[in-house]
Structure formats: structure tokens, C-alpha cells
């Protein structure tokens, strides 16, 4: 690949976060604050003393330990974030190849020489490998000021220091855990991606509701002309499983990857994906 | 001269709605054409299908490429601008400078910022906070600082007043134009435009009305203000459109010797905006 074609797709990126930072940058910002505001209410409502002495409990806790075996705990605390990044991928997929036709600015992007491939892809690429960075910054950015905040802390109550340094370590790894579970789990949701991204880029209006409405009608048909639901039992496993969503240890990263399931669903999601640079071929 | 656009028998519907009845199009290289037409007549969908944003039957071929397989490879060579409100509205204007410099590899930036540099509008803002002249101003900065073959305007200047206007087309000439790019513009105001333009292009219902250079306009159609007299013999000559003027008739006549005409009165070559009166008038009589 040219130094152009780099430097291109690297301008397509920073549009899509330009445009999209309430969701790559906004949301995580008010949930790390929010959670900043509730412990500090929470760190009040407690007495000092006792504060001091959890604070020395868990500083023993995590002294000495792996840092990846005591990152599942700071996983846990970021699942707030977890949550806030899908719900901000469901919203930014259905409304990325939309917005633009619905207030005619892609007379413009088409303009210019980038393919609709490089868009579409530019835009998977923002949501599945980009946005998680922001979000894993953010939430080491609050790790930060919680870690200075236990420091001065521990300080002040006379607390053995080094636990609170592999207590910081375990939860630099949990980001690193976190920012895998992410890819992971979009190349899980890849048929989901996919299907957002097909009717972001089909519909005139209220992609949501075709994308919603063409997949109960799939299923209805399913259901009434044969009698079965894979369809939705399929999406089902697919979505309810928690299991899924998280990766605790590296090892397991090889396996989620390639196994049956999730290649059929990268196959899958590639096919519709197609389908979503096709749609985006003409604006009207 | 070649041409830089080849369209053959080009057709498109929207539903029950012909937008395009076979349109045959060719644009020499180096042109100032102008594609006029009523509302509805199929304008912006022959644009669009020129640079590959509208599918359509037929033979096309635009600055040597098919726009509809190779509309991104198309667009290094040919340059787009429609009416005011296509520009991102989110965008700083420092952003939007940004995004073409990293995908359009012909973009001069130092070019764009002196063109910017001559108006009054600020980097820092929001296209969403400029006023449409500002907006169209910017628009054509960035275009002017990228090394096309073909630019293409779909009423660029909708919505403007007379001094945004006036500026969008010196800026055009003076600027962009240098007898070897070709340019395309579709637009209302065709009084604005009828001096720039090398090449004429009417547009009707879907079907092409008229292509001409406009040097061979004068030989083709005539404008007589007839005198009283010889109402009777001009009427013979069978002209596509009659109108009255001033208490006198004026006729057009199309492919009649000029010098059949003389004779009947004041004669001239009529202007691009009569001219298309008197086509779509023709075209409305059969």
C-alpha cells in the first residue's frame, strides 16, 4: 500500500471521529465522570478509618500478584463502559451511511476520489479498531485519577504503596483485556454490523426501523412458511450470551476467533457488508 | 477537438417518471458548456450520471472512464459543486481543507488557502455558521486548488445575490479556466452565464433540445423583428416561435437563409435565453 493510500485512509478515520466524537469521545467522557462523581459521593458517605482500612486490604491483595490474573476485576468496573461503546456502535451503524444522504453532504464525500469500499470499510475500521481507543484512554484516564486519588490516600493512612502500584499494573492490563474483548466481540457481531450497516445504507428513512422491521418480517416468514426459528434462535445465541462480550485471558482469544460460529458469522457480515457498498454506489 | 464527455442514448427513470429519454451528449474538451433546462427536465440527474452518483443506461464515457465503475478514479480528473448545501455542515472550514488534502491527491493546499485568504471567511468556523455566499466561496477554493480535467457545476450559484454571483463566475474564469480544462454548468440565471459559455445544451422532458457551439449558433438560428408589412411572408418561413414586442413581432427561425430573412426587418441573433424560449416552445407545439 502507498504512502497516499495510507494517508488517505487515515483521513477518512479521522473524518468518521470528527463527526462521530459525541459517541468515540463524549459518551465515555460523561460515563468515566459519572462513575469519578459516584465514588467520591460513595468515598464520603464512608468513614476515613475504615476507608484507610479496606484500602490497606486490597493494597495486600493485589502486591505481588500477575497483573493479567487481577485485570478481570477492573473489567468488571468497566463494563458501564462496555455498554455505553455498543450502544453507541448501534447508533453510529445505522446512521453512518444515512445521515449523509439525508442532508445531501454526500454529493460531497462522493466528489472525491474514495471508493465506496474505502468508506465503508473506513467505517468499520472507526467503530471496531478506533473507537475502542478512545474508550480504553478514557477509562485509563480515570484509572488515573482514581490511582492518584488512592495514593494520596494511602499516604496519608500510612498504606503499604506498592500493592496500590500493582493495583495501577492490574488495571493497564485490564485495558489491554478490554480493548481485544472489543475486536473480538465485533468480529462476533460482525453479521449485526453488517445488517446495521446495509440498511444505514439503503433506507430513505428511519433505518432502524427497516433494519429492525426486515428482520422480524425475515423471521415471521421463517417461522410461517417453515415452521422453524433459526434465524432468531441464531441471533439469540448470539446476543444473550455474556460469555461472549469479555475475554479474561489471552489464551482463549486464539479459539474465539477461529471457530466455526464466528468465521460463519465473519462470512456472513462480509456478505452484507458487500451489500452496503453496492447500496452506497448511488445517491438516489 | 476530443470530446471529453460521450453519452449515448442515456435513459433513467425514477418510478413512473422519465427523468432521462435518451439523451445523446458530447462536451469537446476545453468547453465552457452550459445545460439549460426547465425544472424537471433532467439537469441534475445527466450530472449526476456524469460522475457516476446516478445509475442510468447507455453508452458513457466521461474524461475516458465509465463513472458507473470507476467513479473514484473519475473524480481525480473531474470536480463536482452543486447548489450551497452540499458541503458537510459540521465541518470547520480548517477541517474540511484538512479532508481533501488527505484524499484528493491533486489538491494544492497553499493554492486553496490564498484563494481562501482573499475572502473573509474565517477557518475556524463551522460551515453551518457561514453565510451561503461563504459556503459556495469555500466550495469553489477548494475546487480552483485541484488539478481537474473537468469541473462540474449543478446551480452553483442558487440561492446567491447579484455580488456573490457576479464573483462566483470572474473567480471561474479568471482562475480555474485556462482554455485547456472544460467546465459544465447547469443553472437558471442563463443571462449570467450566455457570455462565458462555448458550448449550448438544452434539456427538455428528459431529451436533448439542442447541442450547439455557441459560434455556430448564428449561423443556425435568427431573431427578426419583423416589420408590419411582412408578418404574412415571415409567417411562410415557417419559424419555431413568434412573440410580441412592443407593439412589433419578433420571430426565430431556425436553419433559413439569413439572407430570406433580412429582408423582413431587423435581424440578430437571438439571445441564449429567447433561443431557449423558442426551442421549448417548438418542442411544446411539435
Same mark, same amino acid.
Given at each position: 500500500?502507498?504512502?497516499?493510500?495510507?494517508?488517505?485512509?487515515?483521513?477518512?478515520?479521522?473524518?468518521?471521529?470528527?463527526?462521530?466524537?459525541?459517541?468515540?469521545?463524549?459518551?465515555?467522557?460523561?460515563?468515566?465522570?459519572?462513575?469519578?462523581?459516584?465514588?467520591?459521593? *460513595?468515598?464520603?458517605? @464512608?468513614?476515613?478509618?475504615? =476507608?484507610?482500612?479496606?484500602?490497606? /486490604? $486490597?493494597? #495486600?491483595? +493485589?502486591?505481588?500478584?500477575?497483573?493479567?490474573?487481577?485485570?478481570?476485576?477492573?473489567?468488571?468496573?468497566?463494563?458501564?463502559?462496555?455498554?455505553?461503546?455498543?450502544?453507541?456502535?448501534?447508533?453510529?451503524?445505522?446512521?453512518?451511511?444515512?445521515?449523509?444522504?439525508?442532508?445531501?453532504?454526500?454529493?460531497?464525500?462522493?466528489?472525491?476520489?474514495?471508493?465506496?469500499?474505502?468508506? *465503508?470499510?473506513?467505517? @468499520?475500521?472507526?467503530?471496531? =479498531?478506533?473507537?475502542?481507543?478512545? /474508550? $480504553?484512554? #478514557?477509562? +485509563?484516564?480515570?484509572?488515573?485519577?482514581?490511582?492518584?486519588?488512592?495514593?494520596?490516600?494511602?499516604?496519608?493512612?500510612?498504606?503499604?504503596?506498592?500493592?496500590?502500584?500493582?493495583?495501577?499494573?492490574?488495571?493497564?492490563?485490564?485495558?489491554?483485556?478490554?480493548?481485544?474483548?472489543?475486536?473480538?466481540?465485533?468480529?462476533?457481531?460482525?453479521?449485526?454490523?453488517?445488517?446495521?450497516?446495509?440498511?444505514?445504507?439503503?433506507?430513505?428513512?428511519?433505518?432502524?426501523?427497516?433494519?429492525?422491521? $426486515?428482520? #422480524?418480517?425475515?423471521?415471521?416468514?421463517?417461522?410461517?412458511?417453515?415452521?422453524?426459528?433459526?434465524?432468531?434462535?441464531?441471533?439469540?445465541?448470539?446476543?444473550?450470551?455474556?460469555?461472549?462480550?469479555?475475554?479474561?485471558?489471552?489464551?482463549?482469544?486464539?479459539?474465539?476467533?477461529?471457530?466455526?460460529?464466528?468465521?460463519?458469522?465473519?462470512?456472513?457480515?462480509?456478505?452484507?457488508?458487500?451489500?452496503?457498498?453496492?447500496?452506497?454506489?448511488?445517491?438516489? | 477537438?476530443?470530446?471529453?464527455?460521450?453519452?449515448?442514448?442515456?435513459?433513467?427513470?425514477?418510478?413512473?417518471?422519465?427523468?432521462?429519454?435518451?439523451?445523446?451528449?458530447?462536451?469537446?474538451?476545453?468547453?465552457?458548456?452550459?445545460?439549460?433546462?426547465?425544472?424537471?427536465?433532467?439537469?441534475?440527474?445527466?450530472?449526476?450520471?456524469?460522475?457516476?452518483?446516478?445509475?442510468?443506461?447507455?453508452?458513457?464515457?466521461?474524461?475516458?472512464?465509465?463513472?458507473?465503475?470507476?467513479?473514484?478514479?473519475?473524480?481525480?480528473?473531474?470536480?463536482?459543486?452543486?447548489?450551497?448545501?452540499?458541503?458537510?455542515?459540521?465541518?470547520?472550514?480548517?477541517?474540511?481543507?484538512?479532508?481533501?488534502?488527505?484524499?484528493?491527491?491533486?489538491?494544492?493546499?497553499?493554492?486553496?488557502?490564498?484563494?481562501?485568504?482573499?475572502?473573509?471567511?474565517?477557518?475556524?468556523?463551522?460551515?453551518?455558521?457561514?453565510?451561503?455566499?461563504?459556503?459556495?466561496?469555500?466550495?469553489?477554493?477548494?475546487?480552483?486548488?485541484?488539478?481537474?480535467?473537468?469541473?462540474?457545476?449543478?446551480?452553483?450559484?442558487?440561492?446567491?445575490?447579484?455580488?456573490?454571483?457576479?464573483?462566483?463566475?470572474?473567480?471561474?474564469?479568471?482562475?480555474?479556466?485556462?482554455?485547456?480544462?472544460?467546465?459544465?454548468?447547469?443553472?437558471?440565471?442563463?443571462?449570467?452565464?450566455?457570455?462565458?459559455?462555448?458550448?449550448?445544451?438544452?434539456?427538455?422532458?428528459?431529451?436533448?433540445?439542442?447541442?450547439?457551439?455557441?459560434?455556430?449558433?448564428?449561423?443556425?438560428?435568427?431573431?427578426?423583428?419583423?416589420?408590419?408589412?411582412?408578418?404574412?411572408?415571415?409567417?411562410?418561413?415557417?419559424?419555431?416561435?413568434?412573440?410580441?414586442?412592443?407593439?412589433?413581432?419578433?420571430?426565430?427561425?431556425?436553419?433559413?437563409?439569413?439572407?430570406?430573412?433580412?429582408?423582413?426587418?431587423?435581424?440578430?441573433?437571438?439571445?441564449?435565453?429567447?433561443?431557449?424560449?423558442?426551442?421549448?416552445?417548438?418542442?411544446?407545439?411539435?
Amino acid at each position: 500500500m502507498d504512502k497516499f493510500a495510507v494517508l488517505q485512509f487515515y483521513g477518512l478515520l479521522k473524518r468518521e471521529v470528527l463527526e462521530h466524537k459525541n459517541l468515540f469521545i463524549g459518551a465515555p467522557t460523561v460515563v468515566a465522570l459519572l462513575i469519578l462523581v459516584a465514588t467520591t459521593w *460513595v468515598a464520603t458517605q @464512608i468513614d476515613q478509618n475504615q =476507608l484507610a482500612e479496606g484500602l490497606r /486490604y $486490597v493494597s #495486600i491483595l +493485589f502486591d505481588g500478584l500477575s497483573p493479567f490474573d487481577m485485570a478481570p476485576f477492573f473489567m468488571l468496573v468497566a463494563i458501564p463502559f462496555y455498554l455505553t461503546l455498543y450502544v453507541c456502535s448501534v447508533i453510529y451503524l445505522i446512521n453512518t451511511l444515512y445521515q449523509d444522504r439525508k442532508e445531501m453532504s454526500i454529493l460531497f464525500w462522493q466528489s472525491m476520489p474514495v471508493s465506496n469500499f474505502q468508506t *465503508v470499510l473506513s467505517k @468499520i475500521v472507526a467503530i471496531v =479498531l478506533v473507537a475502542p481507543i478512545f /474508550y $480504553v484512554l #478514557i477509562i +485509563f484516564a480515570m484509572y488515573l485519577i482514581a490511582m492518584v486519588w488512592l495514593t494520596i490516600l494511602g499516604i496519608s493512612n500510612d498504606v503499604d504503596l506498592v500493592g496500590i502500584g500493582w493495583m495501577f499494573l492490574a488495571a493497564i492490563a485490564s485495558l489491554v483485556l478490554i480493548y481485544i474483548s472489543a475486536f473480538v466481540t465485533s468480529l462476533w457481531l460482525l453479521p449485526s454490523i453488517g445488517w446495521l450497516l446495509l440498511f444505514s445504507a439503503f433506507a430513505k428513512k428511519t433505518p432502524l426501523l427497516w433494519a429492525g422491521g $426486515v428482520f #422480524i418480517l425475515v423471521g415471521f416468514l421463517e417461522d410461517f412458511v417453515f415452521g422453524t426459528q433459526y434465524l432468531a434462535n441464531w441471533v439469540a445465541s448470539r446476543t444473550s450470551d455474556p460469555n461472549q462480550y469479555l475475554i479474561f485471558e489471552f489464551q482463549s482469544v486464539f479459539e474465539r476467533i477461529f471457530n466455526y460460529d464466528t468465521l460463519f458469522g465473519i462470512v456472513v457480515g462480509s456478505i452484507l457488508i458487500a451489500g452496503a457498498v453496492f447500496m452506497r454506489r448511488f445517491t438516489d | 477537438m476530443s470530446n471529453i464527455v460521450e453519452a449515448k442514448s442515456l435513459r433513467k427513470n425514477y418510478g413512473n417518471f422519465t427523468a432521462l429519454d435518451g439523451v445523446d451528449l458530447t462536451v469537446p474538451r476545453g468547453a465552457i458548456s452550459g445545460l439549460i433546462g426547465p425544472n424537471g427536465a433532467g439537469k441534475t440527474t445527466t450530472l449526476k450520471a456524469l460522475i457516476g452518483l446516478c445509475d442510468v443506461d447507455g453508452e458513457l464515457s466521461v474524461a475516458g472512464r465509465d463513472p458507473r465503475i470507476a467513479r473514484h478514479k473519475l473524480m481525480e480528473d473531474v470536480c463536482f459543486v452543486a447548489d450551497v448545501g452540499i458541503l458537510p455542515k459540521w465541518l470547520k472550514v480548517s477541517q474540511v481543507i484538512d479532508y481533501v488534502e488527505a484524499v484528493h491527491p491533486r489538491f494544492d493546499r497553499k493554492k486553496a488557502e490564498k484563494f481562501l485568504s482573499t475572502t473573509d471567511i474565517p477557518k475556524n468556523k463551522r460551515i453551518k455558521d457561514l453565510s451561503k455566499g461563504m459556503v459556495t466561496q469555500l466550495h469553489l477554493s477548494l475546487v480552483m486548488a485541484i488539478e481537474v480535467q473537468l469541473l462540474v457545476l449543478d446551480e452553483p450559484t442558487l440561492g446567491l445575490d447579484i455580488i456573490y454571483r457576479k464573483e462566483f463566475y470572474d473567480r471561474l474564469l479568471n482562475d480555474f479556466y485556462d482554455g485547456n480544462r472544460t467546465i459544465i454548468i447547469s443553472t437558471h440565471q442563463v443571462e449570467e452565464i450566455e457570455a462565458l459559455l462555448s458550448h449550448l445544451v438544452f434539456i427538455n422532458k428528459g431529451k436533448i433540445v439542442l447541442d450547439s457551439l455557441m459560434s455556430d449558433l448564428p449561423d443556425t438560428y435568427a431573431e427578426v423583428i419583423v416589420d408590419v408589412d411582412k408578418v404574412a411572408q415571415a409567417d411562410a418561413l415557417q419559424p419555431i416561435y413568434i412573440r410580441d414586442l412592443l407593439g412589433k413581432k419578433s420571430y426565430t427561425f431556425e436553419s433559413v437563409p439569413r439572407e430570406q430573412l433580412e429582408v423582413l426587418g431587423e435581424l440578430h441573433t437571438p439571445s441564449v435565453a429567447d433561443l431557449f424560449v423558442a426551442k421549448l416552445k417548438e418542442e411544446k407545439n411539435g
